[in-house]
Each structure stands twice: as C-alpha cells, then as structure tokens.
C-alpha cells in the first residue's frame, strides 16, 4: 500500500510556565495500554457474575429443601380480585353557578352514579348573592347529602353560588382556565366517571354529542317559539326508545332531563312521547 503523509507532524510545542503537566492518557501508570485495562476489568467481571450465579442457584436449592421438608405447595397462592372498577380520587373541582340557573345535572349524575362513584359536593355563597331561594335551597340540600355507598370519594366539588352570566367549572386553581356551560361540564364528568357513562368509542358517540348541542342551543332560547325547533329534533332522535342511545341511559338523557327541567317553558311544549320518556329518566335522576 502507499503511505499517507503525517497529518500531525510531531511540532516542538512550547508549553506555558503557568500551566501544570499532566500524564500521557493513552497509557496506564504501570506502562499498559487501555485495551489491556479493559480486557482486565471484563475478565473480573465475568468472573464476579460467576460467583453471583452459583450462589443463586445454591438459594434456591436451600429453599426447595425447605419447602420440601415442610410440606409447602409449589402453587402460589391465588388472589382474589374485587369485581367491578376501582377508582381513583380525582383533583378537586370548582362550580361557579348563579341561582337562578340551578345545574340540575349534577344532581341527577350524583344520584346515577351514587353505588359506583361517589360525587361530594360542598356549597358556599359568593359575596355576590345576598340569598338563595326556596329552589336553590332545596337543591343545595339534596347536593350535599351523602348517599353514596362507595367508602372513598371519586372526586370532590365545590359549588359557589355566584352572580355569573354562564355556569362555569374551573378545574385547576393554579391554570384558570374555565370551561362554560353546564353541558360542557356534563362532558368533563362524564370522560372522568364510570366506564359505562364514556361514550367517546362507542357507535353513538356522534348521537350523543349532536344532543349535547341541542342542550345547549336550547338553555340559550328566549321564547317558546325558539324552543319548538329544538325540541322537534330531540323528539325524532328519540323516537319510539327507551332512551336515548336504546335501552340504556346515557349522559344525553341526562343532559335533555337537566335542560327541560332549568327551562319550564319547554316542558309545557313536550309531546306525549317525550313525557313519557321524562317520567322514565326522573325517576332514575329523581330531578
């Protein structure tokens, strides 16, 4: 082969007084090389992993020994899990609500989901709010009860009467980013509640998302004739069902119970279809 020129040609460098030496890092103390070294230090290792090993294998002999001279089964032992789901304590969340717009769907969540996740609601006033009537009193009551058979509080909410435009929910204390609405709070709980009120994967996850808008649409109506349309629609997406996503109830029925029961004028303009489907959900929700 040809020979390649010095790249580094060996220059006389004059090194600074002001400096200290310092040895050669290519070689080791005693004149070895670092290949060297490190076939050392692999060879002592191998050696300390065989040591490790023998001495597992003598353990667990000595417990086989033992298990045989007390008779123990070689089975582990089986335990028995819990049915049903295990929930965790969710971050405490706040409710912003005025009086006069009573989130009656917390209520009628608290009282579905009482024997798999317990709601604790906590009730103050804002300085905003000389008094409560009769209604929010009654509801502020039922909120508060505890009727929940699980032990342990699925997630804790602090209700403030306040005098606010729209329902809002806050969260986190330390990001005040608030969500509007009480049919978007609906959502919130209901991704964070039981398996069976999560509908995002399920067939009628669009069904249940079109009537949430209808919720909404219709807490904003200000006469009965803005109402009508509205409540047309719910009506043939209901149709001859038990409920509204079959034969089982949902966050959607909650939600339609919760707006028709915030908005009088639209019960009056129900059809017998719809009432019947009322009565069903109020005594589940018992709002």
Same mark, same amino acid.
């Given at each position: 082969?040809?020979?390649?020129?010095?790249?580094?040609?060996?220059?006389?460098?004059?090194?600074?007084?002001?400096?200290?030496?310092?040895?050669?890092?290519?070689?080791?103390?005693?004149?070895?090389?670092?290949?060297?070294?490190?076939?050392?230090?692999?060879?002592?290792?191998?050696?300390?992993?065989?040591?490790?090993?023998?001495?597992?294998?003598?353990?667990?002999?000595?417990?086989?020994?033992?298990?045989?001279?007390?008779?123990?089964?070689?089975?582990?032992?089986?335990?028995?899990?819990?049915?049903?789901?295990?929930?965790?304590?969710?971050?405490?969340?706040?409710?912003?609500?005025?009086?006069?717009?009573?989130?009656?769907?917390?209520?009628?969540?608290?009282?579905?989901?009482?024997?798999?996740?317990?709601?604790?609601?906590?009730?103050?006033?804002?300085?905003?709010?000389?008094?409560?009537?009769?209604?929010?009193?009654?509801?502020? $009551?039922?909120? =508060?009860? @505890?009727?929940?058979?699980?032990?342990?509080?699925?997630?804790? &909410? /602090? %209700? +403030?009467?306040?005098?606010?435009?729209?329902?809002?929910?806050?969260?986190?204390?330390?990001?005040?980013?608030?969500?509007?609405?009480?049919?978007?709070?609906?959502?919130?709980?209901?991704?964070?509640?039981?398996?069976?009120?999560?509908?995002?994967?399920?067939?009628?996850?669009?069904?249940?998302?079109?009537?949430?808008?209808?919720?909404?649409?219709?807490?904003?109506?200000?006469?009965?004739?803005?109402?009508?349309?509205?409540?047309?629609?719910?009506?043939?997406?209901?149709?001859?069902?038990?409920?509204?996503?079959?034969?089982?109830?949902?966050?959607?029925?909650?939600?339609?119970?919760?707006?028709?029961?915030?908005?009088?004028?639209?019960? $009056?303009?129900? =059809?017998? @279809?719809?009432?019947?489907?009322?009565?069903?959900?109020?005594? &589940? /929700? %018992? +709002?």
């Amino acid at each position: 082969m040809y020979e390649l020129k010095t790249l580094l040609p060996a220059f006389d460098i004059t090194v600074p007084k002001c400096m200290y030496a310092m040895k050669s890092l290519a070689l080791k103390r005693d004149g070895g090389t670092p290949e060297a070294e490190n076939a050392s230090a692999m060879t002592k290792l191998e050696e300390r992993q065989e040591v490790v090993i023998k001495q597992l294998h003598e353990l667990r002999n000595q417990l086989q020994s033992m298990r045989s001279s007390l008779n123990v089964c070689g089975k582990t032992i089986q335990h028995t899990q819990p049915r049903g789901e295990v929930y965790e304590s969710l971050p405490d969340i706040v409710i912003n609500a005025h009086p006069k717009f009573i989130p009656y769907a917390l209520l009628a969540i608290k009282n579905i989901w009482k024997d798999v996740f317990n709601i604790d609601v906590k009730c103050y006033s804002h300085s905003t709010i000389v008094s409560l009537d009769q209604e929010a009193i009654e509801f502020q $009551k039922q909120i =508060t009860a @505890n009727n929940s058979s699980v032990k342990s509080p699925g997630i804790k &909410v /602090t %209700l +403030i009467w306040k005098n606010t435009e729209h329902t809002e929910m806050i969260s986190s204390p330390t990001m005040y980013v608030p969500i509007y609405g009480e049919v978007n709070i609906i959502r919130y709980l209901a991704r964070v509640g039981p398996q069976d009120y999560r509908y995002e994967d399920t067939t009628y996850s669009n069904d249940i998302d079109v009537i949430l808008d209808i919720c909404y649409q219709l807490l904003r109506c200000q006469t009965a004739k803005s109402m009508q349309p509205l409540l047309r629609s719910l009506n043939n997406r209901l149709q001859k069902q038990k409920y509204f996503t079959g034969d089982q109830l949902s966050i959607a029925d909650v939600a339609v119970c919760s707006s028709i029961r915030r908005m009088p004028a639209a019960a $009056k303009n129900l =059809t017998e @279809n719809m009432n019947k489907w009322l009565t069903r959900v109020k005594q &589940v /929700t %018992l +709002i």
